[in-house]
Every structure is written in C-alpha cells, then in structure tokens.
C-alpha cells in the first residue's frame, strides 16, 4: 500500500528515467520537451512528448498522457498498484509501510483526474457526431462568408473553395463555425465566431464551441474536455508529403487562414525561385493558443510562422520563443517571418493587423511572396 511520501517520491522523480526503464527511445537533449514516437498507436510522425518541467507525457495525436504512474499503467498494461510497485523496483525507491485507506482514495482521486485526458473521452464523442455536424452545417451563409463577398475580398468561386476545404459552418444566427480537424480526421472541437457586415469580429458577441453546445443540449457529458489543434490541420493529408514543396503556413486567427488560402495559394520556391510551392494555411486560434504539441503534427513540412503585428514587437517575440522550443524538441526549424515587423506602418501595428490585412491594405501579392525568401 502506498503512502502520500512514496508517490511524492514517485513525482520527484524525471519521467525520463521511467522512459528509459521502459525503453522508450526519445528525441532531444536540451529544452523542456523530448519527443518520441507513441506506442499506443501507429505513429508515422513523432508525436509523444515528455515535459520536463511537469513530468508528464502527452501524444498529440491520440490524445493520451499523463505522469510517470500513467505512463507504465499504458505501456505495461499494469493497474495501478502494479505500475506503482513496477516504479519503486525499476527506480530503487525507497517506502515505508503504506496506508491501504490512503491508497483507496488517492487511486480513486487518481482515476477521476486522468478520466478526462483520455483520448476516448475526448475524441469519440464528437467524432461519431462528426457527419452531423461538419456535413450538415457546411454552408456559405454565415455573416462571415457573406461579408467576405460583399466586401469583395473573396469571389464566389474562392468562397465555396474555401468554405469546402475548411468545412466551414454556420450557425442558425449567422455565426461561423471554424471546425478544429486532425490529419486523422477527428473533429477535435469547433468555434463558433459572429462578424459584423464590413467583416470584423462582432465583440459584443463572445465565441463559444460546439462542445459547450451539446453539454446544454445533454448530447456531451459535463465532464468532457475538448482536444483541440491547429485549425485546417486535417488539409494535410496522405497527398501532402512531408518531404514534397509544400509550405505549411501558421497564423493567428482562422479569418486570415481562409483569406490567404484563396489569395496567396502559391509562394515563390525556396530552392528554385522560379518555380512556385502550394501553401496549406493553419491558424493557431489566439496569440496565445499557439505550443509546442499543436506544432508536432507538421513535424518534417517547411514551416512559416506568420505572428501579427503590434506596437512592442509581442506577438512577434512570443511566438518566436515557441518556434524556437519546438525547434529544439523536434530536430527541425521552424521559421518566424518578420515581414509585418518590416513592412507594417506605425498605424498599422497600432491596430495589430495580420499578414491578411497587410495583404489587402497594399493589395501587393507579389510582395508577400517575398516571405519565402
């Protein structure tokens, strides 16, 4: 049985000596993070991770994780009991007698905390409403779409491309519906966003998701937690090789993915300059919605980070700080284009404009092809 200063004994512990007793084989040397492939799964792409700073793991991919005790209970099949037994011989750690009452209501508090990082709980139920809800409400008739064609920012043709290719919704009301897909096709989640006529976000309307939906509409659990990635993940499917001419564009909101997905489909190649590469544009979802894990499934594609713009450099030098990590973690660079902290005005970085609105302010496409540069 095992006591409060046996398991304290357990978590003092790196996760990376568990891994290693387990064999796992992991990626990385400096940094907080270290990658590995998952062995729940047939994982073509590193997508594991051990946190150092947190002593957890987590699979951006299938959506498991958890401590040291988690990781053995997964990997060896083992209870509870077993995995912690499983630790203390493979670390040598030394208990004393432990408190068979406190075992019970700390395995129970155990079970309850790692219910929801489970990757069944998270995914399943939404995946098997998945036909209902990006099929059915695929459609071009949110005040989004249709102030991207009044405004004349999109034509018809680029609209439905677009609303096809991200699976945009729409909401009764005239929201929009952004769908957050993996490259597995699993619906992770989707936000639901209002946009005024001259199309800009209606603040007077706060987002919500669809999970938060069908927890009042009792088709969720209150219980359940949404796995979320990159917006437009799932655009990089089987037809897009990691090792083809293929640029994965990162930005900030799902609006500048879709406008610059229509505008900006090619950029100039950056071997041979005069042939041009096809470019997949994904959204993080916010400033700060942007790390490591939602970055690992692009692992082995050309990578450029497009942060917005602001007065003091911020979102630039924050989203650098996150490239720059996942560049040690994962063993590849992830580059961060500074053409907004170059070419936006001092009015313009006051309004913290995006590569979308650079684009449509100067109305120069040619010139946000240099970016490949």
């Keep these: 049985m095992f006591s409060q200063s046996t398991l304290d004994k357990i978590h003092d512990r790196s996760i990376l000596e568990v891994a290693d007793r387990l064999l796992i084989r992991y990626r990385g040397t400096t940094g907080n993070y270290r990658q590995c492939q998952c062995f729940m799964h047939d994982d073509k792409h590193p997508s594991m991770w051990f946190k150092l700073s947190t002593n957890t793991w987590h699979c951006a991919v299938c959506g498991k994780g958890g401590d040291a005790i988690r990781l053995v209970m997964e990997h060896e099949n083992l209870r509870f009991d077993e995995a912690v037994r499983w630790i203390i011989k493979e670390l040598d750690i030394f208990c004393l007698d432990d408190d068979d009452r406190f075992q019970r209501q700390w395995q129970s508090r155990y079970k309850t905390s790692y219910r929801r990082s489970n990757h069944e709980t998270i995914c399943k139920p939404i995946c098997k409403l998945r036909s209902f809800l990006t099929d059915r409400c695929l459609s071009t008739s949110s005040t989004f779409c249709q102030a991207l064609l009044s405004n004349g920012i999109l034509t018809e043709a680029q609209m439905r ?67 979320y990635c990159l917006f437009g993940l799932h655009l990089l499917d089987d037809d897009t090789a990691p090792d083809d001419d293929t640029v994965v564009a990162v930005v900030e909101s799902e609006k500048t ?10 950029i ?34 050309r990578v450029i980070i497009f942060p917005d713009t602001d007065p003091d450099g911020k979102a630039f030098a924050h989203w650098n700080t996150i490239a720059k990590e996942a560049s ?27 590569i979308a609105d650079l684009l449509l302010e100067r109305q120069d496409i040619q010139s946000i092809n240099t970016f490949s540069k």
């Design 268 to 301: 100039q190649g950056r071997q041979h300059p005069d042939r041009q590469s096809s470019v997949v544009w994904l959204a993080a979802g916010g400033l700060t919605s942007l790390n490591v894990e939602k970055l690992a499934p692009l692992v082995g594609h």
């Design 328 to 354: 040690r973690a994962l063993g590849q660079p992830f580059t961060v284009s500074d053409i907004l902290e170059r070419q936006a005005s001092p009015e313009q970085k006051q309004r913290k404009i995006d």
């Design 161 to 227: 491309n677009a609303a096809s290719n991200y699976r945009l919704g729409a909401t009764r009301d005239g929201g929009v519906i952004f769908w957050m897909i993996d490259t597995d096709e699993r619906v992770r989640e989707g936000k639901v966003m209002h946009y005024l006529t001259d199309c800009h976000r209606d603040h007077n309307r706060s987002p919500t998701t669809i999970s938060s939906i069908l927890k009042k509409q009792g088709k969720l659990t209150d219980d359940f937690i949404a796995s």
């Design 257 to 266: 993915a879709v406008i610059c997905s229509e505008l900006i489909p090619v």
